[in-house]
């Protein structure tokens, strides 16, 4: 099983019951308040056909034991820009190049 990362675009569900309830305080949407989908960079899982099977729930950090740590999983990261959005709404998710 190969990873990378990965840009992916997945629906924007409101965090935390405050923003709620201020969204329906003042009769705002959550979505237009949120933006109806949000776009972040994840570590993505292939199995041996190359299809994405796996992805991590919450957008990746940076961090590391040392600042090359930083570098390489920030290195990594910009490797994402040059490959396709996956879009996890869309089941099984598919992948679309950005604008």
Same mark, same amino acid.
């Given at each position: ?45 292939? $199995? ?17 034991? $040392? ?11 910009? $490797? ?20």
């Amino acid at each position: 099983m190969t990873w990378n990362y990965r840009i992916v675009r997945r629906r924007n569900e409101p965090y935390g019951e405050t923003a709620l309830k201020v969204c329906r305080k003042n009769e705002i949407d959550p979505r237009d308040a949120f933006g109806e989908f949000i776009y972040a960079i994840h570590e993505v899982h292939y $199995d041996e056909t190359g299809k994405a099977v796996m992805w991590t729930e919450k957008p990746c950090d940076v961090s590391g034991t $040392d600042t090359n740590d930083i570098i390489f999983s920030l290195n990594a990261m910009l $490797d994402a820009l040059n490959r396709p959005i996956l879009y996890l709404d869309d089941v099984p998710p598919k992948e679309y190049f950005g604008p």
